[in-house]
């Protein structure tokens, strides 16, 4: 038996879930609503304040989906209760991030500023020149949307500088030595 999956997620107080033909799942909450489909011959059943995921057999398929459709769906809970975010950090001199409106304008040493604009559902917050924070309720879309921002200018390994997530270490190779 899966681990993970065959603990119950806890549904808390204030989201409402709908469980539709074919494994369709729908959350909804004052943050926002939630819908994701679900293989077809995964057991979803909601009771009281729980959910619980079952597999019809042992198949190593249906063993690997079990946790993961556990997985995503305390992912959406937790999304609905409490959000998710990324922070990142902007390491280098002359390198600034800000808003303006729903965009973000990032000024990372090319020739000219990269705007990208904000996908549904998801928010950025620029507290200083150099941070940038994503907020979301998707967790999917909240780390993707992060990892794209890091794509634009990735940490460099001899100087460091680039965009990183706040805690990543980045490893800084040494450069040459004269002879």
Same mark, same amino acid.
């Given at each position: 038996?899966?681990?993970?999956?065959?603990? #119950?997620?806890?549904?808390?107080?204030?989201?409402?879930?709908?469980?539709?033909?074919?494994?369709?799942?729908?959350?909804k909450s004052k943050a926002g609503t939630l819908t994701k489909q679900f293989h077809?011959?995964?057991?979803?059943?909601?009771?009281?304040?729980?959910?619980?995921?079952?597999?019809?057999?042992?198949?190593?398929?249906?063993?690997?989906? /079990?946790?993961?459709? =556990?997985?995503?769906?305390?992912? &959406?809970?937790?999304?609905?209760?409490?959000?998710?975010?990324?922070?990142?950090?902007?390491?280098?001199?002359?390198? =600034?991030?800000?808003?303006?409106?729903?965009?973000?304008?990032?000024?990372?040493?090319?020739? /000219? #500023?990269?705007? &990208?604009?904000?996908?549904?559902?998801?928010?950025?917050?620029?507290?200083? #020149?150099?941070?940038?924070?994503?907020?979301?309720?998707?967790?999917?879309v909240v780390g993707e949307f992060a990892a794209k921002i890091r794509s634009k =200018?990735?940490?460099?390994?001899?100087?460091?500088?680039?965009? =990183?997530?706040?805690?990543?270490?980045?490893?800084?190779?040494?450069?040459?030595?004269?002879?």
């Open positions: 038996m899966s681990r993970i999956g065959k603990m #119950p997620v806890k549904i808390p107080a204030g989201i409402e879930v709908k469980l539709e033909d074919a494994n369709k799942l729908t959350m077809k011959d995964m057991i979803i059943k909601v009771e009281n304040d729980t959910i619980k995921v079952e597999r019809p057999s042992d198949i190593k398929m249906y063993k690997a989906l /079990h946790g993961l459709t =556990r997985a995503l769906i305390n992912n &959406m809970v937790i999304g609905l209760s409490q959000g998710f975010e990324k922070r990142l950090d902007i390491v280098g001199v002359g390198y =600034r991030a800000q808003k303006q409106g729903k965009k973000l304008v990032l000024n990372i040493g090319y020739s /000219h #500023p990269i705007e &990208m604009e904000e996908p549904e559902g998801v928010t950025v917050e620029v507290p200083n #020149p150099n941070k940038i924070i994503v907020k979301g309720i998707d967790k999917q =200018r990735e940490p460099e390994v001899y100087k460091g500088k680039g965009i =990183r997530y706040e805690n990543e270490v980045v490893r800084i190779k040494e450069g040459k030595t004269g002879a």
